[in-house]
């Protein structure tokens, strides 16, 4: 009896090791939140949209990445004042210049390792497919700082157009995108050279990009014109651009499903997000997430989205088959930016 009852303790633990592996993706998969006015990062686990911890990270934490091999959480931190656009500077406190940089969070452990300086007033940035070099748009400066992991030094510092935003690599990691907000531009850089290729116009305030995983194609927000830019991502020239719907509506956020076949764009104060079929540069659907959706990302088999619901302090979770809003998760105050690591 005992060697028959070892038999099938064992049996059934093999199963469960079995489904844990079997299941790694759904078990394991954390999404990461950046909680700009409470300077927090808040973890999330995927499999049942709980907050695991919440960390004190820094200074207005925004633009997150997660590094190529999956262990570090990459997060833009600025002592610069909280001022929306035409906001009186003379009105506002002095920065916390001490405060700007690029921390760097363990997945393992959830912990702060370190901060790489990044330059003045960091926003969004771009990790380079290899993990070794950041390009970071300096908000306040004009610039894009070229940094690299290993030694935290800035390379170079390039000149890139008032209030740069969203900067994204194109997955061959040949070139990056910088946008700038007050210039209505995106600025291209060879990563090789490191230096400026062209410079070509988009729509009214750009806000962020994303690449098609083939390279062929990028897209780009406007939060101040309803729409997306279109872009042949080998020559930088602008294809068309993709008009969004309705009366107010802001879009900032963007992310490219898994396969390639949709993408994702958030719109602000307008609550939802919209979804466009790459083959046909139209939109196919919109939910409602929540109030001012900013960040968005995707899970990696493609099932579900999370956005960041800035004034109501949450993260909308979106079934992206069915495009309606399966859960909501109270984070910390302002949320801005979201990542996933598998």
């Known amino acids: 009896m005992r060697i028959v009852l070892s038999i099938v303790f064992l049996t059934c633990a093999l199963l469960i090791v079995s489904c844990n592996r079997s299941g790694k993706t ?24 709980t907050v695991i911890v919440t960390l004190p ?18 997060i833009a931190l600025s002592g610069s004042p909280f001022a929306g656009p035409g906001v009186n500077e003379e009105n506002l406190p002095p ?13 393992q452990r959830n912990q702060l390792i370190k901060v790489l300086p990044a330059g003045s007033d960091p ?27 290993d030694s935290g030094a800035i390379l170079k510092s390039l000149t890139v157009g008032e209030e740069p935003e969203g900067v994204a ?47 062929s194609r990028a897209y780009v927000t406007s939060e ?11 020559k930088h020239v602008v294809l068309h651009t993709i008009a969004v719907p309705g009366d107010g509506v802001k879009l900032m956020g963007i992310v ?17 997000v919209f979804a466009i079929d790459t083959a046909t540069d139209r939109i196919v659907g919109s939910v409602e997430v929540g109030e001012r959706p900013w960040g968005i990302a995707i899970t990696p088999d493609g099932k579900s989205l999370y956005t960041a619901n800035g004034p109501s302090n949450d ?6 088959a069915t495009l309606s809003v399966v859960g909501r998760i109270k984070v910390g105050d302002r949320p801005w930016g979201v990542a996933i690591v598998p």
């Open 169 to 215: 690599i194109r997955p061959d990691g040949g070139v990056v995108y910088v946008t700038s907000e007050s210039k209505s531009t995106v600025t291209v850089i060879d990563t090789h050279k490191q230096e400026i290729v062209t410079t070509f116009k988009v729509g009214r305030r750009p806000r962020a990009i994303a690449f098609l995983r083939d390279g």
């Open 315 to 320: 993260v909308s979770v979106v079934d992206a």
């Open 123 to 149: 926003e969004q940035f771009a990790i380079t497919p290899d993990g070794r070099t950041l390009y970071v748009a300096n908000e306040d400066a004009g610039l894009a700082s070229v940094v690299d992991i």
């Open 95 to 107: 920065p916390d210049r001490t405060s700007d940089g690029i921390g760097l969070v363990d997945v």
């Open 57 to 74: 990270i820094g200074k207005r934490p925004r633009g997150i990445q997660i590094s190529p091999d999956r262990k570090t959480t990459f």
């Open 26 to 49: 759904a078990s394991s998969t954390r999404v990461y939140v950046t909680n700009e006015a409470s300077g927090e990062l808040s973890v999330i686990n995927a499999a049942d949209n």
């Open 224 to 234: 101040n014109e309803p729409i997306v830019t279109v872009v042949d991502a080998q």
């Open 256 to 272: 490219v499903a898994p396969d390639g076949k949709r993408l994702y764009v958030t719109s602000g104060r307008f609550r939802r």
